[in-house]
Structure formats: C-alpha cells, structure tokens
Nanobody
Framework: QVQLVESGGGLVQPGESLRLSCVAS????????MGWYRQAPEKERELVAT???????TYADSFKGRFTISRGNTRGTVYLQMNNLNSEDTAVYFC??????????????WGQGTQVTVSA
C-alpha cells in the first residue's frame, strides 16, 4: 500500500505564509514526479507545481514567484512554501506522486488533502 499524507494547512491572514508538507510511504520502487494541486470551492482541481526525481520544477503561471516547491532529504518528501497568501488561495491542497510500485505499472497516487484558508 502507498500512502501520501499532507500536513501544514490551516487558517492564516492575507499576506502571511504557510509551508505544506507531504510524505509518501509504503512499497515504492521509484518516485518519478511529486506535485501539489489545489481545489477551491466549486472549482476544478488545478496544478500548482511539480518536482521531478532530479529536482526539476514546473509551476502553473499564476503561482510563479509566490509559491516554491522543494524536496526533503528523505525520499518521498515534498514541500510547498506559499508566500503572500490571499483569499483566492483558499482551497484544499492535494499532494500527488507518480511512482512505481514493485511489480506493478507506474501510476499516480493522491493524498487526502489539507485545507488552507486565508481570511482576515
């Protein structure tokens, strides 16, 4: 079984920062890409950023310069540093990993999500 567990969400005021964490665990042979997505109320899930196994990053245009994705020292750990948050950043943030399970084709996995609320 593979699990992705997010943490670090919460309630913050506009202009503040948050750092989200995600840890992937279980029977994992290789992790190709990890990323963050978010889903605001009544909106579709959207890509925030991804990072590959060699550290290459991509960002959706609307998050460049304000959000930073990074990997931890432990395999399967990824962070999302979010700065200068505003009310439009209120959403559930999901961790995603595209990985190889031993003896099984590679496939994506999702965490349960962590709520981020930005409000004065």
């Amino acid at each position: 079984q593979v699990q992705l567990v997010e943490s670090g969400g919460g309630l913050v005021q506009p202009g503040e920062s948050l750092r989200l964490s995600c840890v992937a665990s279980g029977s994992i042979a290789y992790i190709y890409v990890m990323g963050w997505y978010r889903q605001a109320p009544e909106k579709e899930r959207e890509l925030v950023a991804t990072i590959t196994s060699v550290g290459s990053t991509t960002y959706a245009d609307s998050f460049k310069g304000r959000f930073t994705i990074s990997r931890g020292n432990t395999r399967g750990t990824v962070y999302l540093q979010m700065n200068n948050l505003n009310s439009e950043d209120t959403a559930v943030y999901f961790c995603n990993a595209y990985l190889q399970i031993p003896g099984v084709d590679r496939r994506p996995f999702w965490g349960q999500g962590t709520q981020v609320t930005v409000s004065a």
